[in-house]
């Protein structure tokens, strides 16, 4: 299969395209740190492609979107895994803080998507990865309001994309992922162990994007043992 997938520079991103690129599928990996892409792509050579991109920023989108354009004939699967997060009280959040976290977690999902439409066609599968945070009446918790509404704002896009994209038969889910040991949660929450490791949920998203459209179709799945997410 021809899968991106993005945020591929560490973390969950990291591992799921080392697995998908074990098992044999061609992927192509984006995120801005170019020297971090340049040690995945030396994980499995001739399957993992990279390309340094920032997701907020229309000219670079469009840029990866050419570059997936001339690597790939047709996209499968595009996992939109790129993230941020920011723990703070409501209260002493900034508006730019809330329009970093609404760009990196949904309008960036939303740009590339866009840019993107061109190359999916009728089997093609759109995952979107989002939180507990952002999954409808789950716990919630403080310092996450930022986080957890760009968040629930990509689950609703995941199903608004499901009916717009049905006549082209185009497969789009969110998965809400509960705590992963990553970089991102460590920042966030030193105090807290996560149960699942990068690469269990990349296994777990390597199966996914191979195999969840047979199954799935406009999901909103919690994937969590353990919140916060
Ligand atoms: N870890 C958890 O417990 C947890 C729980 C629920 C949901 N999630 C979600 O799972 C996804 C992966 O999280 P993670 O824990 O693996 O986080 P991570 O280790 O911090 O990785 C985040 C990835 O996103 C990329 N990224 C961030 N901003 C970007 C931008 N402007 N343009 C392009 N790429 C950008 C980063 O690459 P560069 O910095 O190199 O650009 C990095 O590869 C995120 O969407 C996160 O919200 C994680």
């Known amino acids: 299969m021809n899968i991106v997938v993005t945020g591929a520079s560490r973390g969950i991103g990291y591992a799921t395209v080392k697995t998908l690129a074990t098992e044999g599928h061609s992927v192509v990996g984006t995120a801005r740190s170019e020297d971090l892409l340049n040690t995945l792509e030396q994980e499995v050579p001739h399957k993992i492609n990279t390309f340094v991109a920032d997701l907020t920023d229309d000219e670079s989108v469009d840029q990866l979107s050419s570059h997936i354009s001339s690597t790939f004939a047709k996209v499968d699967v595009l996992v939109n895994n790129a993230g941020g997060l920011i723990n703070k009280p409501f209260e002493e959040l900034t508006m730019d803080e809330w329009q970093n976290m609404i760009e990196v977690n949904l309008l960036s999902a939303v740009r590339l998507t866009k ?14 990865i989002s939180s507990m945070g952002g999954y409808q009446e789950s716990a919630k918790f403080p310092g996450l309001s930022a986080y957890s509404v760009a968040k629930g704002a990509l689950t609703t896009l995941s199903e608004c994309l499901t009916v ?6 185009i497969t789009v889910n969110a998965l809400c992922l509960g705590a992963v040991e990553t970089e991102m949660f460590n920042a966030a929450f030193p105090d807290f162990d996560a149960p699942v490791t990068a690469e269990q949920m990349g296994n777990y998203l390597a199966d996914f994007a191979v195999n969840g459209s047979t199954f799935y179709n406009g999901k909103v799945l919690p994937v969590s043992l353990a919140d916060p997410g």
């Open 115 to 128: 840019a993107m439409l061109p190359q999916f066609d009728a089997g093609s599968h759109i995952i979107n």
């Open 164 to 169: 717009e994209l049905a006549d082209r038969g």
